[in-house]
């Protein structure tokens, strides 16, 4: 495949290339697709930074045809006939305009736009500040798109005090997020897990570099590198079909007119012991040269975080009454240094009006060094207790490395033919996460007498009879009970060709259809190994000379909790354990996990829109993608300690999808969307490797012959725009889920077996709400709010004695909601911003139990950030984010919501900083 993958990008660019020469030969001078009409091309800008506008409505006066500007502003109506035409341009947030044609020479020149931010407001013009242009971009792209999407722009982003897209996603109505160390990691769209749903970056899927499923790590992105978030709820037939929930797509910066934007910041983590500075800069150039045939953009940005966070854990005990105690408590402290670095650059080249050839490419890196220090009290549930002292480290900088990295390339093209458009893409992208020596070293003292406290189920304690034990590892009562190190690395690599044309019917109908090819190889290769001293005295004398006291003041889930001595980071790090002193045993079981898939996705569609008249647009469909998968594992058998390789049979399956679409125009700012559509969700990678591990009683298989999850979607939307840059938005959806993959359970009469099967099916229903205005009795003054609620249901449960308890679909809150209040006043402007998911079962696999006690929620949250500017000139502005105001944790709980299972808290992080744009 990475012959024809060469091959095929060799061709598009010497097709590319050999336009100009044909279009100099077939194709006169003037823009003219026959004798009688004529093509008109051009771009709109904001006239005050000479920023693309998108979505902007360009009509041409005195007939119903007209263009909506793209991503880089451009736009393009064919087939004019009307003698001097002139165009009609309508942009929320800045002053309509009407533009007359230029001819010279017989020629249509390109028509350069530029608009100017304001609104009429009771016969006035207001002037709009920066913080409403990036609602403008976002709510004009949204208005004028066919389907049903929500869109952040740049300038929206950078409004919010937010990291990395994840947590860019979570203001966007329908939308919620799973954080990880107190970033937004995973994306819900209309409470459907991640998995379910797709991110993409200009508009090609992005590998995961997640070990066994699909889940893109939105924290590996900062937010500051995209020029716009796209969020699609419902599919059309050009889109892969692999997004139950929705899609995600990240567009990369463009090239515009000159422009150069330098930022840096510095800030703290307020989190006391473990938090540390914070410190950022980035920056973005831009221009087009030779006669703007040329567009050459450049952007980077690096992120420096010295964070950390406080945790506690718990595991309860259950019969078929509730709770009966506590079997497992485990107080953690995690200490971490987060590097994120990422840069992007967008190419093209104008051949003529008629061809362009586009280059884009991001990449992306994050190292996360980190140190956990685990305190665990076992075997609560017996007479006498196993208490363990577990450090994770590693040699780089004594601490664990994880090493993600994630790119995206391609190459691509638009041409014109007169009524027959073509575009094509060719790609390539790649996913790793390697943590090269991941060390663990476990300390125990066994048989300790205790007593527990659950009072307050939601910080349970315990206290051991035996103070120094409690204290913390020392030369009596403990022993060395494991020292291990592993390397795991998980690669995930896309390679993606597409094809698309367009070919106008008439005027009011529009034919599109096309094709694309995925070839991906996605592997898991670990190696585990434990280490004995074989001078165990020696070993642990230096061991004792060497411990750490990790106990901490202000411990945030309560000074209750002490973490204790433990060995020092530094020593695990600096031992030597490829010496004589160590005896090397390879841990076979670790490795029974290591898997090399290879799937190839074939696509076709056929697409046609309609306006059937002035108001209604009606766009229809189908999509055709045959997956075809092959798998390598390996089979464990803990008995005799047995690890063999193993190769699938390759399985095949199709899908044929169906979409319509349909817009009605009340008038020119309000809409009415429908949409009935198919889409699905592909199995996880290792549920279809064949692999089978058996240890003791137990058996676990893999399916290769799953098939995909499969949904029907009904959206109905409502959506009214407000000239003074603002939106009242309502609607309802309905989702029809089944072969939905669930683990079972069953006995072959030697084994209990699990095995991943297509046999849960479900529901969903809910609705959404939005609003974006601003409050007319207090000029500057706005609010955003949007609201939606879900309510899901599993039916066909595959899980012994669950079938008719009525469970959510996991990773589905009820309730979602965001809300922020904003103020801008000629240089000065502040946003407060909320964020509030309800309860859901975690999407993580094991999270749902053989009980109703024994799931796994994740509790709601609720959290408050702050963030504001002040313009000190046309081109240098000052910033301030403060994040979690509310000090807000994550937490998990067990059955109900009073037995806590997870809390992890990370306090305040404040940042301020500096940046000019020119």
Request: charged share 25%; net charge negative; glycine share 8%.
């Amino acid at each position: 495949m990475k012959k024809s993958f060469i091959v095929a990008l060799t061709c598009m660019t010497a097709f590319a290339g050999n336009i100009g020469e044909y279009e100099r030969n077939l194709i006169a001078a003037p823009v003219v697709t026959n004798s009688s009409s004529v093509v008109i091309t051009g771009v709109v800008v904001d006239a005050t930074d000479g920023l693309p506008l998108p979505g902007c409505t360009i009509a041409l006066k005195g007939t119903k045809h007209g263009a909506i500007s793209g991503q880089n502003g451009r736009f393009r109506i064919e087939h004019v006939t009307v003698a001097n035409p002139v165009l009609v341009v309508n942009y929320l947030g800045y002053m309509p305009v009407e533009v007359p044609v230029v001819m010279q020479h017989g020629k249509v020149l390109p028509v350069d736009i530029r608009l100017e931010p304001g609104t009429v407001v009771s016969d006035e013009i207001t002037v709009v500040g920066t913080m409403l242009k990036g609602q403008a971009k976002a709510l004009n792209q949204q208005k004028t798109n066919l389907n049903i999407t929500n869109i952040v722009a740049a300038d929206q982003v950078g409004k919010f005090p937010d990291s990395n897209v994840g947590d860019a996603l979570k203001r966007i109505p329908g939308v919620s997020v799973f954080s990880d160390q107190g970033e937004a990691r995973f994306g819900h769209i209309r409470g459907t897990e991640p998995r379910f749903n797709s991110v993409t970056v200009n508009g090609e899927r992005i590998p995961s570099a997640e070990a066994e499923n699909r889940t893109i790590q939105l924290d590996l992105i900062p937010a500051d590198m995209v020029q716009t978030i796209e969020v699609t709820k419902a599919l059309t037939p050009d889109m892969d079909a692999d997004a139950i929930g929705g899609s995600i797509n990240l567009v990369t910066k463009v090239p515009t007119e000159e422009r150069v934007s330098v930022n840096a910041g510095g800030g703290w983590n307020m989190l006391d012991a473990t938090g540390g500075a914070r410190y950022q800069f980035g920056g973005t150039y831009g221009n087009r040269f030779s006669d703007d045939k040329l567009g050459v953009l450049f952007s980077l940005s690096y992120d420096d975080n010295d964070f950390g966070s406080d945790n506690i854990e718990a595991e309860w005990d259950v019969d078929e009454d509730g709770i009966t105690g506590l079997k497992t408590l485990e107080v953690r402290k995690y200490d971490v240094r987060r590097v994120r670095r990422s840069f992007s650059t967008g190419l093209d080249y104008r051949l003529n009006e008629n061809h362009v050839v586009k280059f884009n490419g991001i990449y992306n890196w994050r190292e996360d060094w980190e140190n956990r220090y685990g305190l665990t009290y076992d075997d609560l549930d017996d007479a006498k207790a196993t208490i363990e002292r577990k450090l994770k480290g590693g040699v780089d900088d004594d601490a664990r490395l994880e090493d993600q990295q994630m790119m995206s390339f391609a190459l691509s093209g638009e041409h014109d033919f007169g009524k027959l458009d073509l575009d094509w893409q060719a790609s390539y992208s790649k996913a790793y996460e390697h943590r090269p020596q991941e060390r663990y070293i476990t300390f125990v003292a066994e048989d300790q007498a205790f007593s527990y406290d659950i009072s307050d189920t939601g910080y349970p304690t315990v206290t051991l009879d035996d103070a120094s034990i409690a204290a913390g590892i020392s030369s009596t009562g403990w022993e060395l009970d494991e020292l291990t190190e592993e390397r795991q690395y998980t690669e995930d690599v896309d390679r993606n060709f597409a094809l698309n044309l367009k070919y106008d019917l008439s005027a009011d109908v529009k034919l599109q259809f096309g094709g694309k090819v995925r070839d991906k190889n996605k592997k898991r290769d670990n190696n585990f190994y434990e280490y004995t001293p074989l001078d165990e005295n020696a070993f642990l004398a230096d061991a004792y000379a060497n411990l750490s006291n990790e106990t901490k003041d202000d411990f945030l889930p309560g000074d209750q909790y002490e973490s204790g001595v433990f060995v020092s980071n530094e020593f695990l790090g600096d031992l030597d354990l490829n010496s004589d002193a160590f005896e090397k045993e390879e841990v076979l079981e670790e490795l029974a996990g290591n898997f090399n898939a290879e799937e190839q996705v074939k696509a076709a569609y056929v697409m046609g829109t309609w306006e059937l008249t002035d108001q209604a647009t009606l766009l229809g469909g189908g999509r055709y993608e045959h997956t075809r998968n092959e798998y390598d594992a390996y089979q464990y058998h803990a008995d005799n300690d047995t690890l063999t390789r193993v190769s699938g049979s390759p399985s095949e399956y199709s899908n044929l999808l169906p979409y319509v679409h349909l817009r009605y125009k009340l008038d020119d700012l309000t809409n009415i969307k429908l949409a009935y559509t198919h889409s699905l969700a592909r199995p996880n990678y290792f549920d279809l490797a064949p692999y089978v591990e058996i240890d003791e009683d137990e058996k676990s298989i893999g399916n290769p012959d799953l098939e995909p999850t499969l949904s029907k979607n009904i959206d109905v939307m409502f959506e009214h725009y407000l000239s003074d840059i603002g939106v009242f938005s309502a609607g309802v959806f309905y989702k029809s889920i089944s072969d939905f993959i669930v683990t079972q359970k069953t006995n072959d009469g030697t084994y209990d077996v699990f095995q991943p099967i297509n046999a849960g099916d479900g529901t969903m229903t809910g609705f959404e709400t939005a609003a974006q205005f601003q409050l007319p009795f207090i000029p500057g003054l706005g609010l955003y709010l949007n609201y939606t609620y879900t309510d899901s249901e599993i039916e066909n449960w595959q899980v012994e004695g669950r079938d008719s308890d009525g469970l959510q679909l996991p990773g589905s809150p009820k309730h979602t909601a965001n809300g922020s209040i904003s103020y801008e006043k000629g240089p000065f402007n502040i946003r407060l911003s909320a964020n509030y998911h309800s309860d859901f079962i975690d999407p993580d696999g094991g999270s749902i139990g053989e009980s109703a006690w024994e799931d796994r929620y994740y509790d709601d949250a609720f959290s408050l950030d702050l963030n504001g500017g002040y313009r000190l000139s046309d081109v240098v502005q000052v910033y301030y984010e403060v994040s979690n105001l509310t000090n807000e944790p994550m937490r998990f709980y067990q059955g109900s919501e009073e037995y806590v299972a997870q809390e992890e808290w990370y306090d305040r992080r404040f940042l301020v900083g500096i940046k000019a744009d020119w």
